[in-house]
């Protein structure tokens, strides 16, 4: 079952997950699996006791650890990550490739802390951007050369609880073809993506 509404609940189907006593909010959950938000609260905790209370019975505590940020590039499948073409707002992949020139807007999730007053379980401000402390850095790998992309904006995506968004610009000098893409923030690196660059 996932969630109806927003702000995201604290329980669905008679289950709750709790970060050190903090209940998380649900996105989904099912006999195998919960999606569930790290709450804004732990900000600038190192680890957390994790509990998950089904039907009444709570698990035993697991330790997670915590960072301050831990990159992530969605995917629509394997390799293939949630990266959108801002001229046409197609996904970027073979069949669809961007071209130099073109911004790529792509969908992560912790890239860190925001310029903005969060609250766990909302979704992100559709009005005013809330960009991150830090901005986050996009590397492109393609045809034996590492290209950093201009970062326009890196923050929260607007409308969307827990996703961030980068606005990359592929250089007028990027070489046509298939490639890697990544970003790092607080010193940490994302999975890669696959992406297409056509000319």
Same mark, same amino acid.
């Given at each position: 079952?996932?969630?109806?509404?927003?702000?995201?609940?604290?329980?669905?189907?008679?289950?709750?997950?709790? %970060?050190?006593?903090?209940?998380?909010? +649900?996105?989904?959950?099912?006999?195998?699996?919960?999606?569930?938000? $790290?709450?804004? /609260? +732990?900000?600038?905790?190192?680890?957390?006791?994790?509990?998950?209370?089904?039907?009444?019975?709570?698990?035993?505590?697991?330790?997670?650890?915590?960072?301050?940020?831990?990159?992530?590039? %969605?995917?629509?499948? /394997?390799?293939?990550?949630? $990266?959108?073409?801002?001229?046409?707002?197609?996904? $970027?992949?073979?069949?669809?490739?961007?071209?130099?020139?073109?911004?790529?807007?792509?969908?992560?999730?912790?890239?860190?802390?925001?310029?903005?007053?969060?609250?766990?379980?909302?979704?992100?401000?559709?009005?005013?951007? /809330?960009?991150?402390?830090?901005?986050?850095?996009?590397?492109?790998?393609?045809?034996?050369?590492?290209?950093? +992309?201009?970062?326009?904006?890196?923050?929260?995506?607007?409308? %969307?609880?827990?996703?961030?968004? $980068?606005?990359?610009?592929?250089?007028?000098?990027?070489?046509?073809?298939?490639?890697?893409?990544? +970003?790092?923030?607080?010193?940490?690196?994302?999975?890669?993506?696959?992406?297409?660059?056509?000319?």
């Amino acid at each position: 079952e996932s969630a109806g509404s927003v702000p995201l609940p604290v329980q669905i189907s008679r289950t709750r997950v709790y %970060f050190n006593l903090l209940p998380a909010p +649900l996105y989904f959950t099912s006999a195998g699996q919960i999606n569930a938000q $790290v709450p804004w /609260e +732990l900000a600038g905790e190192t680890s957390a006791q994790l509990v998950v209370v089904r039907n009444g019975a709570a698990s035993l505590p697991v330790p997670v650890e915590l960072g301050s940020t831990g990159p992530g590039i %969605f995917l629509v499948r /394997e390799n293939a990550g949630v $990266v959108v073409n801002g001229a046409t707002g197609q996904l $970027v992949d073979a069949q669809t490739p961007a071209r130099p020139g073109d911004t790529l807007v792509i969908y992560a999730s912790g890239l860190g802390p925001v310029s903005a007053n969060v609250t766990t379980g909302s979704p992100a401000s559709s009005t005013e951007l /809330e960009p991150l402390r830090q901005s986050a850095e996009a590397t492109l790998s393609i045809a034996g050369q590492s290209i950093a +992309l201009p970062v326009a904006f890196s923050g929260s995506a607007p409308g %969307f609880i827990g996703v961030n968004q $980068v606005n990359a610009v592929i250089p007028a000098n990027a070489p046509a073809g298939a490639g890697s893409l990544r +970003l790092r923030a607080g010193g940490a690196e994302s999975n890669a993506v696959q992406i297409s660059i056509q000319r």
